[in-house]
């Protein structure tokens, strides 16, 4: 690649990173937080968002980390298919524990559903995985927090239409990030979508049926 489109190349790999599938549930929940009309604890904010911080994004790190050092994960970039499955493995378990704590705090209830979702996609990508098939993480991040924050706008009345389109745009220059440094193909990056979009309709239909 030419030196003109290195800063471009960079700004790609920075964008790729901050919103990085690992950070995507957080930031999904802290925006339901700032657009819900329901009364929350303060404590019982900070609660979750640190829970999730430490949960969800710094143990997860952390264990990779040791992977990667004892030599069982050959690239940063997860790009091995049996990588990314036992990495899919790894975090269904740490989804299910998150889903597990918030089933005990009624105040979170309108999170059921995401988490679940979050579940359902995680495991979906693994069996993909698992037969040599990528899904795009971050697509499927981005699919699965804008269909959760649609669903929940629809049901509770609540107008968030600004929010969504944004969420659009900065989805979309993601997904062009991550097309840009070839870090998927536009089929991997559908695919991740629809994972996404379809586990968290999937989970709210569970969810409202059962929960």
């Known amino acids: 690649m030419s030196l003109q489109f290195k800063p471009v190349r960079s700004i790609a790999r920075f964008v790729s990173t901050v919103f990085h599938p690992l950070f995507l549930p957080l930031y ?8 819900s009309p329901r009364y929350f604890l303060p404590q019982n904010i900070k609660f979750l968002i640190y829970y999730l911080v430490i949960v969800s994004v710094l143990i ?51 999170l059921y ?3 679940l979702g979050i579940i359902l996609a995680v495991s979906t990508t693994g069996i993909y995985n698992f ?22 706008s629809y ?3 609540i ?8 969420f659009i745009l900065l989805g979309s220059i993601v997904i062009a990030s991550r097309l840009y440094i070839n ?5 991997e990056i559908l695919r ?20």
């Open 28 to 35: 999904t929940v802290w925006i339901y937080f700032y657009l």
């Open 60 to 110: 997860p790190l952390l264990f990779f980390g040791a992977m990667y050092s004892a030599g069982l994960f050959t690239s940063l970039q997860t790009k091995n298919p049996k990588e990314r499955f036992f990495l899919s493995v790894i975090m269904t378990v740490v989804y299910i524990i998150i889903f597990n704590k918030i089933l005990h705090y009624k105040q979170y209830i309108e």
């Open 113 to 115: 559903p995401f988490f």
């Open 131 to 152: 037969f040599n098939k990528k899904p795009s993480l971050h697509a499927m991040a981005i699919g699965g927090g804008w269909t959760f924050l649609a669903i929940w």
């Open 155 to 157: 049901y509770t009345h």
């Open 159 to 166: 107008d968030i239409l600004i929010f969504l389109s944004l």
């Open 183 to 187: 870090a998927h193909d536009k089929s």
């Open 192 to 211: 991740g979508l629809s994972i996404g979009i379809l586990m968290q309709i999937t989970a709210f239909l569970i969810a409202y049926r059962y929960l």
